[in-house]
């Protein structure tokens, strides 16, 4: 093993690679932006009853814009695809890694919908996505993980959760439809590591039917329009900007607010040493850390610089005589 090397990690070989056979069991949600209490708490449905009192088909529940202060959300969903002949829409929000040891992720989970799309036939293609140590496009911003060519889907849900309008809202209430269906896409990023500090997502769905287009619900929470730290922003390919993504609510006189995008984090927020996922760091451990370090693997890159070197391997000794919490 050449530990002195330093090589760029190769993002696009390990797309497809699966942890080892002990890794899924230790894998929980660590994080959702939408809940500091629960982290499996996606912030997308709202009940199976409208505020209108409506009930919504079988099992299934809606996600209905909210009102606030006698105003309501106007805007289903953000667009979040890549269009036709240009690189098109992209997300990007922002999420902070706490712990000492901070986070390895293994899955994200994101919710989106198209519009007129039927459960047999699942809307989304594929995911790319990328991971910032800063806001996309900031001075001084830079990606750590991901690029924008790379397919990351690794399966898609049906949801049950249909996207709809408030229900009451004045001047004009619209009655729930169905057409909206919200897909959970689970996005595999293979457990890379992140230190602690704060991160930012960007994401893009690449539609099953070519040209077709691909929607984003904010978070949605009961009796909210919006909570004080959202700060989601859109990418406007055309005009090669980032934009924070606002609701300019109706009646049209009500106040702009800002929106942020449901997604759950899955991984493992302690014990970051553990790599086979048996709850405890040992030898086993240590050589799965080689074996990424020689590959070159980003699950070897503990200090997220966009390298396998010297300075990773050091981070993880220091982790693997880290007690296992």
């Known amino acids: 093993m050449a530990i002195m090397a330093k090589r760029m990690i190769r993002t696009a070989a390990w797309a497809a690679a699966v942890a080892g056979p002990g890794i899924a069991s230790a894998q929980v949600a660590i994080y959702s932006n939408a809940s500091v209490v629960d982290p499996w708490e996606a912030g997308v449905g709202t009940g199976r009853m409208t505020a209108s009192g409506m009930f ?19 805007v289903g969903g953000y667009s979040s695809h890549l269009t036709e002949g240009g690189p098109g829409y992209r997300f990007a929000d922002d999420f902070t890694v706490t712990g000492s040891q901070g986070w390895r992720i293994d899955t ?19 995911v790319n996505l990328r991971i910032w140590d800063g806001p996309p496009g900031e001075p ?16 898609l849900i049906r949801t049950g959760v249909y996207r709809i309008f408030d229900s009451v809202a004045i001047p004009a209430p619209i009655p729930p439809e169905q057409d909206r269906l919200i897909w959970q896409a689970n996005v595999r990023l293979g457990g890379m590591m992140l230190p602690p500090g704060t991160y930012w997502l960007d ?11 691909i929607f984003s619900p904010p978070i949605t ?3 909210k329009r919006s909570m004080p730290a959202w700060n989601a922003r859109q990418h406007i390919a055309d005009e090669e900007r980032w934009e924070a993504i606002v609701d300019g609510g109706k009646p049209a ?14 991984g ?31 699950r070897a890159d503990l200090n997220a610089d966009g390298y396998v070197d010297f300075t990773d391997y050091l981070v993880f ?3 693997y005589e880290a007690p296992c919490t």
Do not use: H
């Open 56 to 74: 919504a088909p079988g099992t299934d529940s809606w996600s209905e814009l909210q009102s606030e202060g006698g105003y309501a959300n106007a």
């Open 108 to 126: 994200v989970q994101l919710f989106a919908y198209q519009i007129g799309a039927v459960a047999s036939f699942p809307p989304i293609a594929a």
């Open 140 to 155: 001084g911003s830079k990606v750590v993980f991901g690029d924008t060519g790379t397919d990351r889907l690794d399966r």
């Open 203 to 213: 994401w893009q769905y690449i539609s099953s039917i070519e040209g077709a287009e």
């Open 221 to 223: 929470l009961r009796n």
């Open 253 to 266: 006189a009500g106040p702009d607010v800002p929106q942020d995008l449901p997604f759950i984090l899955v």
């Open 268 to 298: 493992w927020s302690s014990c970051m040493a553990d790599y086979t996922g048996d709850g405890r760091a040992d030898f086993a451990d240590y050589l799965q850390f080689l074996n990424y370090y020689d590959s070159a693997d980003p």
């Open 317 to 319: 000794l220091n982790l």
